[in-house]
């Protein structure tokens, strides 16, 4: 028996060995052993050659780093068993004058180093590193991602040392294809331009660093494992390891509201489609409809599509429908082409138009006021520029990154004449209506500005909280209700009836806190308010509406169901119990 345990442990300890049975021995030629092992800390026993050299190499770079930039590797001796260094490490330097060794001027500039190497004053040993880690870097982003440097023709200068910086690019890399491994739709074309990835064009190491984060930005796809590339001959295939996922969706939302008019409560409701990528080329479609209050309805249609012909150039249309009880309805059409820069992010230039039209006209206004009411018919021509710019962890239910949006339009607005005022007879005046125009300016300029930002701020694993800010800014001569702002809603300022604050301009902020219980289900708390015109005679110029409350989301297997509670006040009302919202969703992924 205990020779059985002698063999078997005699065994194991070969086993042991034998995994790391290679070794790395580093000599130095002005330097004891001691200086190595208690200076630097680095392995002696490897599985095979490789490692061992890859040690080596680390241990160098490190003694680089360490202010020792006169040192150098004299020889490497390897056999079966071993891997000999013969290392000189020279004198520690604390600052250095950098020069020129071979480095093209016009690499040092779009580096960033051109001053530190070229204009002959000290520097810290620290900056050297951080000089040539620079131009390394803008190396790899330009087709040369094997190059490497060094410094050498070390002199003596002014109680100093200068040397010079030599580069050697080697091979240039260019783009090959991109190869997708996995069971998806999406297209080659959409994802080389989405990523960056030209073919034809210089490798770019930050571009493939990028490309985790942005497919996990996706609506569509998602990946099995993580991208690889391959180098050969001067070129670099990248893999792709994708596979489909639910994206598209169908959702509602049911409002239950506080009732008015002797409606003890009003319901309201909206509900949306979404469909991404169905061709694989990252195009959208969205069509929502909403019922927001009694005889009051909204239609909202948008297509993007985002690369034609396979260039970063796409369609951003969007056409809106609002029909405001029986006062009045509005038509929006904003059409447009968007450049598409890498990822999400896009510049859009637009036609904005819009037509107002008036369907019940307040004659007994114009007759006791003599004046135009606060609705007329309206049309507007503006020219619009839009800018939207996206990080996020995760475009579902993100914990951490930011959103951003700003726009800005001008343009002509026109206003009409409505025949119900025209042919309404003054019998003061003794003549119609139509004269109230004569004191309007039918034809006027106007201008909008806007700008909306998201931030989440991840505090933990399952902690963030996401602030928000979006603001508007209309001008006009004269601003009629029916081209004000509407806020109010669960989309906007939550807490009030959907759309029932109108205003020519705005800023409204969200702190809302979430804790996650998965990767799309939450409870939150948010906090919302909101600076807008105060219309009342007397009163204003402004009013501060805010609202607080709590929701939560949960996934289930048949969809994402969500429930929010809030109460907001305005202008003199009281916080009650009675006047509170309460909003269900339904969202389902397919």
């Known amino acids: 028996m205990r020779f059985t345990s002698t063999i078997f442990l005699l065994f194991l300890l070969k086993f042991c060995f034998s995994q790391n049975s290679y070794s790395l021995q580093v000599v130095g030629a002005d330097k004891p052993k001691d200086f ?38 004299d020889s490497t001796v390897s056999d079966s068993a071993q891997t000999v260094i013969y290392i000189y490490v020279g004198d520690k330097f604390e600052d250095i004058v950098l020069q020129n060794g071979n480095v093209d001027p016009s690499l040092l500039a779009s580096a960033g180093v051109k001053s530190s190497v070229l204009n002959g004053k000290k520097i810290p040993i620290g900056d050297a590193e951080v000089v040539k880690a620079k131009i390394i870097q803008q190396c790899e982003n330009t087709g040369y991602p094997f190059a490497s440097i060094r410094l050498d023709s070390f002199i003596a200068f002014q109680n100093s ?32 331009n989405y990523l960056g990835i030209k073919v034809g064009k210089p490798y770019n190491e930050s571009n493939v660093r990028k490309i985790q984060q942005r497919i996990n930005e996706l609506q569509f796809a998602e990946s099995i494992q993580p991208r690889t590339v391959a180098f050969q001959n001067g070129k670099a295939k990248v893999n792709l390891y994708l596979k489909d996922k639910k994206s598209s969706q169908f959702d509602f939302l049911l409002g239950l509201l506080p009732g008015s008019s002797g409606q003890k409560l009003l319901i309201t409701g909206e509900a949306r489609i979404h469909l991404f ?29 985002p690369y034609l012909i396979g260039l970063p150039l796409g369609i951003n249309a969007q056409f809106k429908l609002y029909k405001r009880d029986t006062s009045y309805v509005d038509i929006d059409g904003d059409y447009g082409v968007q450049y598409q820069f890498v990822g999400s992010n896009y510049l859009k230039a ?19 006021t003599r004046s135009l009411p606060k609705n007329l018919d309206i049309s507007t021509n503006e020219f619009a520029l839009e800018y939207f710019l996206q990080k996020l962890n995760y475009r579902f239910n993100p914990v951490d990154g930011y959103v951003l949006k700003v726009s800005g339009s001008a343009g002509v607005k026109k206003i009409k ?27 006027t300029f106007q201008f909008s ?8 701020w991840k505090l933990a694993s399952r902690h963030t909280i996401k602030t928000s800010f979006e603001g508007k800014y209309f001008y006009s001569r004269n601003i009629y209700d029916n081209e004000k702002y509407r806020l109010g809603g669960v989309n906007t300022l939550r807490g009030f009836d959907d759309q029932s604050i109108f205003t020519p301009y705005y800023a409204m902020a969200n702190v809302e806190y979430r804790f996650l219980l998965s990767k799309n289900s939450y409870f939150s708390t948010f906090f919302n308010a909101a600076v807008v015109e105060d219309a009342r005679v007397g009163k204003g110029p402004v009013d501060f509406p805010f609202g607080f409350g709590a929701g939560a989301a949960i996934e289930t297997k048949v969809g994402i169901f969500g429930i929010t509670y809030a109460m907001g006040k305005q202008l003199d009302n009281k916080l009650t119990i009675k006047s509170a919202k309460i909003h269900i969703g339904y969202v389902n992924y397919f």
Request: contains cysteine; hydrophobic residues 40%.
């Open 36 to 73: 190595f092992t208690k200076k630097f800390s680095y392995k002696n026993h490897f599985k095979d050659s490789l490692q061992a050299n890859a040690e080596a190499k680390d241990l160098f770079n490190k003694i680089c780093s360490f202010g020792y930039l006169a040192s150098s590797i």
């Open 277 to 305: 990528s169905l061709f694989g080329v990252g195009e959208e479609f969205y069509l929502q409809w909403k019922k927001l209050q009694p005889k009051t309805q909204e239609l909202d249609v948008r297509l993007v599509y």
């Open 161 to 192: 040392y200068s040397a010079k910086i030599y580069l050697q690019k080697n091979e240039l890399i260019v783009y090959d294809s991109i190869q997708i491994l996995g069971k998806t739709k999406t297209k080659k074309m959409f994802l080389r």
């Open 350 to 368: 637009s036609l904005r138009q819009k037509i107002s039209i008036i369907t019940n006209v307040d004659t007994a206004y114009i007759r006791q």
């Open 449 to 456: 500005i806007a700008l909306a930002f998201d931030k989440y």
């Open 417 to 443: 004449r409505n025949n119900n005022i025209v042919g309404l007879y003054d019998e003061v005046a003794q003549k119609s209506f139509d004269y109230l125009y004569d004191n309007a300016r039918l034809k």
